[in-house]
């Protein structure tokens, strides 16, 4: 049998966003096909199930939000003017209500990381990657000085984490602009005093 051609990174940034928009769950190979524009024989061929496509789609997602974030933290500059820039961002994607613009990963973690040990390993670390290099971030800033000698980066960069998904979290109960900035904000003061 010939390996079906297609651009892989399309196809799962296709994926992605039909599983952020419906969940693993309800989300169909009927509505898999209508989104990467493969036949269910090729999704077959390439990732062996939904399942296996799903778990390509995360990996996907992951190394997209890497690039986002090496992209808000240049080699040079200040490190938590980044990260302000950063946290805004974060607050646009909540504002945008574009299911595109959800967390893959803390989706997939809650709908079904306790069910799923492989959806929950990767999903885990995935966020133990990211969370390594936002603390190697604020590591960086207290080298420059921008941040105390007395701060831990690594308990700064826990709370950081658990403020971001709670930002997530927060904005599906469709809080103001002003609301959601006001708690990043927040947030952004809290590991810059």
């Not at 051609?5 to 296709?14: A, I, N």
């Not at 309800?26 to 062996?48: E, N, V």
């Not at 399942?51 to 997602?61: S, T, V």
């Amino acid at each position: 049998m010939r390996n079906a051609e297609f651009d892989r990174e399309k196809v799962l940034r296709s994926a992605m966003n039909a599983f952020m928009a419906k969940g693993y769950s309800k989300t169909s190979m009927q509505d898999l096909t209508r989104a990467t524009g493969l036949h269910p024989g090729s999704i077959y061929c390439a990732f062996d199930n939904k399942h296996g496509l799903f778990l390509a789609a995360i990996d996907q997602y992951h190394a997209d939000r890497e690039q986002q974030l090496q992209g808000f933290f240049p080699a040079e500059g200040s490190r938590l003017e980044c990260l302000r820039r950063y946290l805004d961002n974060i607050v646009s994607e909540c504002l945008s209500c574009d299911a595109s613009q959800a967390c893959l990963l803390v989706k997939a973690l809650s709908e079904v990381g306790e069910q799923d040990l492989a959806v929950q390993q990767r999903v885990s670390q995935h966020l133990q990657q990211w969370q390594t290099a936002l603390q190697q971030i604020l590591q960086q800033a207290q080298v420059q000085g921008e941040l105390g000698a007395d701060k831990d980066p690594a308990q700064l960069t826990r709370f950081l984490m658990m403020g971001i998904y709670g930002l997530r979290t927060y904005a599906h109960t469709h809080p103001s602009a002003d609301e959601l900035s006001a708690l990043a904000t927040e947030l952004y003061e809290h590991l810059s005093l």
